[in-house]
C-alpha cells in the first residue's frame, strides 16, 4: 500500500526559486493538507481541500499555492522561494468519515539559500 | 480558538519504567483528540484517538491516554517503556464542529528511554 507519497523528499533553492512538491494518495481521501514542521514549533497547517476543486488556507498559507484538480494530487507551489520557507513539509490525507485522523507523507526537506 | 500544550519538551525515562507524555488543549466545543509518534526522518503516524466513552483510550504499541473532561487533558501513557519507543510525539486536537481532518498540533515532546 503506497499511502500518502510526496516527491522530491530534499531539495535546496536559491532565494527567488520556485519549485512544486508533488502529494499524491492512493486512499481514495476526500481532505488533503499540507503542513510544514520548525523546530519547536510543531506542525503547522499551510493549506488544505476538503475535495477536487476546493481548496482553502490554513495558518501559515502566505508564499505559498495550491490546487486540486483530482481527487488524488494535491500539489503546493512555493512561487518565489525565501530563506525563511526552509522546512520540512508534510502532505496528509484523510477519509470522509469521522473523526478525520489524517495519514501523512514521509515528508519533504527544503533548504532555501 | 483551538489550542494545544505539551508543556514538555523532553521527557527522559528508564526502559521498563512507565511513561507520561501531558497534553492540555483548548477547543470551544467537544473534541476529538489524537497522539501521532514520529520516528527519525520519517512522517507522523496515528497511535490512538478519544472519540467518546471510555475515558481510557487504548492504541498502538502498547500505548494508551486517559482523556480528563474537567482537567482538559489527554495525556499519554505506556506502563513500561521500551527503548524503541524513543521518538516524538505529538497531541493533536480538533473541534467536532470544525473542518474535517483538519487538526491544531501541540509542539511535540521528544521521549526518550535509556536501557
Known amino acids: 500500500n503506497a499511502g500518502v507519497t510526496q516527491t522530491p523528499k530534499f531539495q535546496v533553492l536559491k532565494t527567488g526559486q520556485s519549485m512544486t512538491l508533488q502529494c499524491a494518495q492512493d486512499?481514495?481521501?476526500?481532505?488533503m493538507s499540507w503542513y510544514r514542521q520548525d523546530p519547536g514549533m510543531g506542525l503547522r497547517l499551510i493549506h488544505y481541500s476538503v475535495g477536487a476543486g476546493i481548496t482553502d488556507q490554513g495558518e501559515v498559507p502566505n508564499g505559498y499555492n495550491v490546487s486540486r484538480s483530482t481527487t488524488e494530487d494535491f500539489p503546493l507551489r512555493l512561487l518565489s522561494a525565501a530563506p525563511s520557507q526552509t522546512s520540512v513539509y508534510f502532505c496528509?490525507?484523510?477519509?470522509?468519515?469521522?473523526?478525520?485522523?489524517?495519514?501523512f507523507g514521509e515528508g519533504s526537506r527544503l533548504t532555501v539559500l | 480558538a483551538q489550542s494545544v500544550a505539551q508543556p514538555e519538551d523532553q521527557v527522559n525515562v528508564a526502559e521498563g519504567n512507565p511513561l507520561t507524555v501531558k497534553c492540555t488543549y483548548s477547543v470551544s466545543g467537544n473534541p476529538y483528540l489524537f497522539w501521532y509518534v514520529q520516528y527519525p526522518n520519517r512522517g507522523l503516524q496515528f497511535l490512538l484517538k478519544y472519540i467518546t466513552g471510555d475515558n481510557l483510550v487504548k492504541g498502538s504499541y502498547g500505548f494508551e491516554a486517559e482523556f480528563n473532561k474537567s482537567q482538559t487533558s489527554f495525556h499519554l501513557k505506556k506502563p513500561s517503556a521500551l527503548v524503541s519507543d524513543s521518538a516524538l510525539y505529538f497531541c493533536?486536537?480538533?473541534?467536532?464542529?470544525?473542518?474535517?481532518?483538519?487538526?491544531?498540533f501541540g509542539r511535540g515532546t521528544q521521549l526518550t528511554v535509556w536501557p
Open positions: 496528509a490525507s484523510s477519509s470522509g468519515g469521522e473523526p478525520g485522523e489524517l495519514f
Open positions: 486512499m481514495n481521501h476526500e481532505y
Open positions: 493533536a486536537v480538533r473541534d467536532r464542529g470544525t473542518t474535517l481532518g483538519r487538526l491544531y
